[in-house]
């Protein structure tokens, strides 16, 4: 079956710093790879997707390339902000699935001080 | 595009009673409509799939009988809790498959969640 596993979490960072949360996957297919946020009291927004192997997916600042070898999707953002202060999911569709339902990971909550 | 407009977003109910949580597509048709559940810290759990016109998917371990899937149209899917208890209070969220062939995209939007506290 498929799987996604992502680290665990609270992720505490300081303003400004590196951002990285490690995502792998397990699926029997081909699947499209996702990363959402949750922020305090709201529901999901897609923050980007990968649809084959070496695409990467970007959006305000966030960037996660899927890698295909090493089944992996690892979020990254150069410089957080306090407003980056949410939960973070990653998430997978398998195309051979014929529900084409989206399997998560745990989550991992991030942090981000002033 | 691609909105999913999900009613109530909190709700307060007493034991005993059945809430129901509607999830609109706005702007395309949803023909197939996810159910998750999401407790406190922790990931979405699928509870049941949706299509239009005929009977959800439930994932195992999920009581059908108490949570009621509704999907009469391509626009409006409804799950209902019945008889809710505490334990049945949690983070309901909706979500559409959305599928533009002219854009070969694919994606899924959610509604905004709805959190369902029993008393």
């Known amino acids: 079956g498929n799987s996604v596993t992502q680290m665990e979490g609270p992720v505490t960072l300081s303003e400004e710093a590196f951002l990285t949360i490690n995502c792998t996957y397990t699926?029997?297919?081909?699947?499209?790879l996702f990363w959402y946020v949750q922020y305090p009291g709201e529901g999901l927004q897609l923050l980007l997707k990968?649809?084959?192997?070496?695409d990467k997916g970007s959006n305000k600042g966030f960037e996660a390339t899927y890698r295909k070898e090493t089944t992996s999707f690892h979020l990254e953002k150069g410089s957080v902000q306090v407003s980056d202060s949410a939960v973070y999911f990653c998430?997978?569709?398998?195309?051979?699935?014929?529900?084409?339902?989206?399997?998560f990971g745990g989550g991992t909550r991030l942090m981000v001080k002033p | 595009g691609a909105v999913v407009s999900q009613h109530p977003s909190r709700v307060i109910c007493k034991s005993g009673t059945s809430v129901k949580i509607e999830c609109r597509s706005l702007?395309?048709?949803?023909?197939?409509m996810f159910w998750y559940r999401q407790f406190p810290k922790q990931s979405l759990m699928l509870m049941a799939t949706?299509?239009?016109?005929?009977?959800?998917?439930?994932e195992q371990g999920v009581e059908k009988d108490k949570f009621l899937i509704n999907h009469a149209s391509l626009t409006l899917s409804t799950l209902t809790v019945t008889s809710a208890h505490p334990e049945d209070s949690s983070f309901y969220i909706c979500?559409?498959?959305?599928?533009?062939?002219?854009?070969?995209?694919?994606?899924?939007?959610f509604g905004s969640g709805t959190r369902l506290t029993v008393v």
């Open positions: 979500s559409a498959r959305v599928t533009r062939r002219t854009e070969r995209m694919e994606g899924y939007t």
């Open positions: 699926a029997t297919g081909y699947p499209s």
């Open positions: 990968a649809t084959k192997a070496d």
């Open positions: 998430a997978l569709s398998d195309r051979n699935n014929a529900g084409n339902m989206l399997t």
């Open positions: 702007d395309f048709q949803a023909t197939t």
């Open positions: 949706s299509n239009e016109g005929s009977k959800a998917t439930y």
